[in-house]
C-alpha cells in the first residue's frame, strides 16, 4: 500500500478503501508527533461512528489523543495485535498498524477527505 494511494482527515488518520470497506489508521506524521505509543483503547465490532466522531483513543509517553472517522462506517474489524503490542503504530502505521476495518456507510463522505499532496500541504 503506497502513502499516496489514501485519503487523509485533518486530523491525521488515513483511510484505505477497498470496494465496500475500508482500513483506518493514524498517520506516520501523527505518530511521530505523539511519540511512543503506549496503549490504544479500541471500539467495539458493530459500532458505529458518524464522519468526524471519536472512535477510540491512543495514548503515548506525551499525552492522549482521539481517533477520529474519516467517514460514516460500521467497525468490522479491530486490529487485535494494537492490545499486546501498540507500539506497532509507531514501526508501521500504514500496513501492520493499521487501527479499524469498518464497512462503508457513506461514500459521499469520502469527498471530504484530502488526497496524499493535500495532505502534504497541511503537515
Known sequence: MSEKNLLYTKEHEWI????????????????????DIIFVELPDKGDSFSSNDVFGTIEAVKTV?????????EIIE?????????EIINKDPYKDGWIVKIKILNKKNLEDLLSFEDYQKII
Open 78 to 86: 479491530i486490529n487485535d495485535d494494537l492490545e499486546a503490542t501498540p
Open 16 to 35: 484505505n478503501i477497498e470496494d465496500d470497506y475500508a482500513y483506518v489508521g493514524i498517520t506516520s506524521h501523527a505518530q511521530s508527533e505523539l511519540g
Open 65 to 73: 489523543a482521539d481517533l477520529y472517522m474519516p467517514i460514516d462506517g
